[in-house]
């Protein structure tokens, strides 16, 4: 069956460390997102990319960075990780399709759990 | 862009009881209209979604109408179980054409027996 995964699941670190979170789908979806979800501020996207090269800034990408060398993996890099960081990040992938067969549906990761201390 | 409001939780909740989670929305057009369900330590996965004004969509016993007229997409239940224990998301694209959507802020329903 077709899945998205992510690694880790937890990791601690320090602030300053740069940080990379993994993103793996087999959907062969050419969509992918990466969102990170707070108490109090619900899910809130980071970065987006509709395709291999493809990449774009969400709502709060300061502090993040992307890349998409292939249509499977979409890593998420905190390049000096801050203790406002912390935060629990989703992985979430959909179709690029138009018209009738257009689907909307996002499929997500299980998550991973960043704390920087 | 397109909105949506949901009503705040927790909804606390008997067994069997009926349950309603609102949600309104704010949109140009006729998009998509999704619940998502967030279960303890787990991603998002969809729940159920309607396409076009009166549509209703269904899963697992939840339904949900596309209501045009009230703007509205709200989540019921005849009678939940303590599984149903999750945080319920109400979404739709972020602005037409978009694949980008936007998200409620959750609703946490718990289930006690």
């Known amino acids: 069956d077709a899945e998205i995964t992510q690694s880790p699941r937890h990791k601690i670190t320090e602030t300053g460390r740069q940080v990379t979170l993994a993103c793996h789908q087999t959907?062969?979806?050419?969509?992918m997102f990466w969102y990170r979800q707070d108490l109090g501020h619900g899910l809130r996207l980071i970065h987006y990319?509709?395709?291999?090269?493809?990449?774009n800034k969400g709502e709060v990408s300061d502090g993040y960075s992307v890349s998409r060398s292939n249509t499977e993996d979409l890593p998420l890099t905190l390049e000096s990780a801050a203790s406002s960081q912390t935060s629990v990040y989703f992985c979430?992938?959909?179709?690029?399709?138009?018209?009738?067969?257009?689907?909307?549906?996002?499929?997500f990761g299980p998550g991973t759990r960043l704390t920087v201390l | 862009g397109n909105s949506v409001t949901q009503m705040e939780g927790p909804v606390t909740l008997s067994e069997e009881a009926f349950l309603t989670i609102n949600c309104t929305y704010t949109a140009t057009g006729y998009p998509s209209l999704f619940w998502y369900v967030q279960y303890p330590g787990e991603g998002l996965q969809l729940l159920l979604k309607?396409?076009?004004?009166?549509d209703k969509g269904s899963n697992k016993g939840f339904e949900a109408t596309y209501r045009k007229e009230t703007t509205s997409f709200h989540l019921e239940k005849g009678s939940v179980q303590v599984s149903d224990s999750a945080v319920y998301f109400c979404?739709?694209?972020?602005?037409?054409?978009?694949?980008?959507?936007?998200f409620g802020r959750g609703t946490s329903l718990i289930v006690h027996p």
């Open positions: 990319s509709y395709g291999v090269q493809d990449t």
């Open positions: 979404a739709l694209p972020l602005s037409g054409g978009s694949y980008i959507p936007t």
């Open positions: 309607a396409t076009k004004a009166d």
């Open positions: 979430a992938s959909s179709e690029l399709t138009s018209g009738n067969l257009r689907t909307d549906t996002q499929y």
């Open positions: 959907w062969n979806h050419n969509n």
